[in-house]
């Protein structure tokens, strides 16, 4: 079964993300708080892939993104930036930092998980 | 009637019909693809709905969640942030005695001139005489008051039937145009809830205080 690793401080967030994968796919969910537990966790369960907020405390998704593609154990995990900054200097240190997609809160639920089964198949 | 029951088969003979040229089965083609966008749509609808609930499940969750850790304020930005699209959020107490509106808490806004005012005339009086929560989009307003320029709605709470205060949501995100359906339903919801939640959490302050 495909494991996604979903990173975010906030428990509104994680708790959405959790109710809408558990009742409309067959994804294993694991979740992170911060950037930093998401490196932890992504070398320890191998997600299939990761989807990331920016702003969080101890360390951003920008760093942490940049850490786990650096890692070979990690560099070939996608990784999905979930967040509410739209600004475009984000965006672009976005996919700087190895992202390979860039969304923005408040997410189209249906457009998020059909972008997921475009990466993990239904 | 249509059988017979005698064994010797229907008195009228089942006929598939058969379309008389080929403009019927044209029409019959178009009639399809017609059902299939009226399915779809009706679908989406439904998943809408679902999406919605699911969100409003959340917010739920996550408020009750505050009760216990005494983050009452940080659950409402974190739902308006996350699910609605704003960061630039203020809570107000409202005095009805005085008609005074006083800052409680705030996130992403500049409140120099938000400390404490009166009701004024904008779209904080209209919340509170009208009793109902105000939208700029729904029911624009000539006479804003220079604090209410970037206010996007003013979601009023109330306790006991009397108006405890607001939500101001000042900016939405820059990808983020307009409220949209689904908003509107989650303010509706934080109308009640986050004002039951507010009230909970001022007795519990009150409780412990020394």
Redesign the interface.
């Known amino acids: 079964m495909r494991k996604i690793l979903v990173v975010d401080d906030?428990?509104?967030?994680r708790?959405?993300n959790r109710?809408?994968f558990s009742?409309k796919t067959n994804y294993v969910l694991v979740s992170a708080v911060d950037g930093k537990e998401a490196v932890e966790r992504a070398k320890h369960e191998k997600p299939d892939l990761i989807l990331m907020d920016i702003i969080m405390p101890r360390m951003t998704g920008l760093e942490a993104c940049r850490v786990l593609k650096k890692d070979k154990e990690t560099e070939k995990i996608p990784v999905i930036l979930l967040t509410?900054r739209?600004?475009e200097q984000y965006v672009q240190e976005g996919y700087a930092s190895g992202c390979s997609d860039y969304l923005?809160?408040?997410v189209n639920?249906?457009e998020l998980l059909d972008l997921l089964k475009a990466y993990l198949g239904e | 009637m249509i059988g017979t029951g005698d064994g010797n088969g229907p008195s009228i003979k089942a006929r598939r019909i058969e379309p008389a040229d080929g403009n019927s089965s044209m029409f019959s083609r178009t009639d399809e693809l017609h059902l299939r966008v009226q399915r779809l749509s009706l679908r989406e609808q439904i998943e809408r709905n679902h999406f919605l609930l699911v969100r409003l499940n959340a917010a739920s969750a996550r408020l009750i969640e505050a009760l216990d850790h005494g983050d009452v304020f940080d659950a409402i930005a974190e739902i308006i942030a996350n699910l609605i699209g704003s960061e630039e959020i203020a809570v107000f107490d409202y005095c009805p005695a005085n008609q005074n509106f006083s800052l409680a808490w705030s996130w992403g806004v500049e409140t120099d001139a938000l400390q404490s005012f009166l009701c004024g005339a904008g779209m904080f009086n209209r919340a509170v005489q009208q009793g109902a929560s105000q939208f700029r989009d729904r029911q624009p307003i000539a006479t804003l008051l220079p604090y209410e320029k970037n206010l996007t709605a003013c979601i009023i709470l109330k306790s006991s039937r009397e108006i405890a205060g607001v939500i101001a949501i000042f900016g939405l995100l820059p990808q983020k145009n307009n409220l949209e359906w689904a908003d509107y339903e989650l303010l509706k919801f934080l109308e009640t809830y986050a004002a039951v939640a507010l009230q909970f959490h001022r007795l519990q302050t009150k409780q412990t205080a020394p």
């Open positions: 906030s428990y509104t967030a708790l959405v109710m809408i009742q509410t739209g600004e923005t809160k408040p639920d249906a």
